[in-house]
């Protein structure tokens, strides 16, 4: 049988940590991390074939499972048409059409190849719109791993405890201002010193690189208003919240319209995709139209855009995300059941195709640092899980998530394995 530790130690020696992204390599909760060779619904195989029912859907795309026949006869369709023309195509018009139909409060939209990039350029544009040099971000809060946006940014860079990166310059990093997030006075005391300097405020509606955190009551209706009083853009980071937590992403929840409203992940239905979208008024700066360059030789790549309209097309299916919802809603009130049975810390919520989870005794509000205890928790739960065959994020700075494809089958060996974890933890925990 193939070693992972063997694959795994190959990988290290040419490719950094061995991986390709840096979450990926358990730095957070140590061990060898699986090598997976196959997905099917709501499963992945590793190479040693152990099965593992799946919540990270690669991280949010997978939100029609791994393998969705209809996803892969479309991808299959345009694969035989030739992968790329560096051109205009009829698919780029038809998903730039159905997406505007689904989010009201955009009328154009551009597509670009991963979140990273849509965030960047979001960033960029805004500056240029608004004639202005710096952005206020979220502590925890993610938008991809541009200069910019890479200050006080979660994620991977947070497991790894980097929350900034050496190579991003001081000169760009002083344009950055850092908020709390739910924490309406520190925007707004930011605003009042720097206003004449702020293009833009840009969060994720609803968090998900802190685990995931949602955004308190009046929370996105008081940063429009600030945005408006201050003369800044709201930029919207839904790369992992479109199309996963509602059809309309965090519009249809709340009904707050941002400026600027960046997707990916599910849009590309297990593809390299994002895009950015708002009005007329500010789309039009972009060039070819106006001054602000962004290009892209493999932007609105076919394969992408066929996998996410397949993907598209099944969610928007009438009560898809009803029945999502019921999913991750049952999941986390039996994990939550549990654990209160049990005595045990911790934390669950769910919203559509998305949950988190921690081990703290208080709801996650914004930011959290996790005392001793907490990680170690956290990181006994995480490896329990794994051997079980249970594939979570490695990290409690995560969001998990669920597909359609997951059963109820599923959710009850989640479930049952959790209750033997908090069964056996240490005496003061015991049942
Ligand atoms: N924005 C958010 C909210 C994300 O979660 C991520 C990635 O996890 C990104 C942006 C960056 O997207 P990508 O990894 O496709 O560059």
Redesign the pocket.
């Given at each position: 049988m193939i070693s992972t530790q063997n694959l795994h130690d190959r990988a290290k020696r040419i490719i950094p940590g061995g991986v390709s992204s840096p979450v990926r390599a358990f730095k957070y909760v140590g061990g060898t991390p699986p090598i997976f060779v196959s997905g099917n619904g709501a499963h992945i195989q590793d190479v040693q074939g152990k099965d593992y029912i799946d919540y990270v859907g690669a991280?949010g795309p997978m939100i029609v499972g791994h393998g969705n026949d209809y996803v892969l006869k479309n991808v299959s369709k345009y694969l035989s048409k030739g992968t790329h023309f560096g051109a205009s195509h009829e698919l780029e018009l038809e998903m730039a059409e159905k997406i505007i139909s689904y989010l009201p409060y955009i009328e154009k939209i551009r597509f670009v190849s991963?979140?990273?990039e849509a965030?960047m350029s979001a960033i960029r544009l805004a500056r240029a719109y608004k004639g202005k040099r710096k952005i206020i971000k979220f502590n925890g809060c993610?938008?991809?791993h541009s200069d910019s946006l890479l200050v006080s940014s979660g994620?991977g860079a947070l497991s790894c405890g980097q929350p900034s990166s050496p190579g991003v310059l001081d000169e760009q990093a002083k344009h950055t201002l850092v908020a709390s997030y739910n924490d309406l006075e520190s925007v707004k005391s930011l605003l009042q010193e720097f206003s004449h300097d702020v293009a833009a405020v840009i969060v994720?509606p609803i968090a998900?690189?802190m685990g995931m955190v949602l955004p308190q009551e009046g929370f996105l209706a008081g940063l429009r208003k600030l945005c408006d009083e201050f003369n800044c853009l709201l930029l919207f980071?839904e790369?992992?919240t479109g199309f996963r937590v509602a059809l309309g992403g965090s519009y249809e929840l709340y009904g707050i319209e941002p400026d600027i409203v960046m997707l990916?992940?599910v849009l590309g239905g297990g593809f390299p995709i994002?895009a950015f979208a708002a009005k007329a008024k500010i789309m039009d700066m972009l060039a070819p139209d106006g001054p602000v360059y962004q290009a892209g030789t493999l932007s609105g790549s076919p394969i992408a855009l066929a996998a996410g309209s397949a993907t598209l097309d099944l969610i928007s299916a009438p009560g898809f995300f009803e029945s999502l919802g019921e999913k991750s809603t049952r999941l986390v009130s039996g994990l939550k059941e549990i654990a209160v049975e049990n005595n045990v810390d911790f934390q669950a919520s769910a919203i559509g195709g998305m949950f988190g989870i921690n081990f703290s005794e208080r709801t996650v509000t914004s930011y959290p640092i996790y005392s001793s205890k907490e990680r170690q928790l956290f990181i006994s739960f995480f490896h329990k899980m794994l051997k079980s065959g249970i594939n979570l994020a490695p990290s409690p700075y995560e969001a998990a998530f669920i597909s359609s494809s997951h059963s109820l089958l599923d959710i009850e060996a989640t479930l049952s394995t959790f209750k033997d974890f908090v069964c056996n933890l240490s005496r003061e925990y015991c049942c």
């Open positions: 991280y991963s979140g990273t965030c993610y938008h991809g994620s994720e998900g690189n980071d790369v992992m990916g992940k994002g």
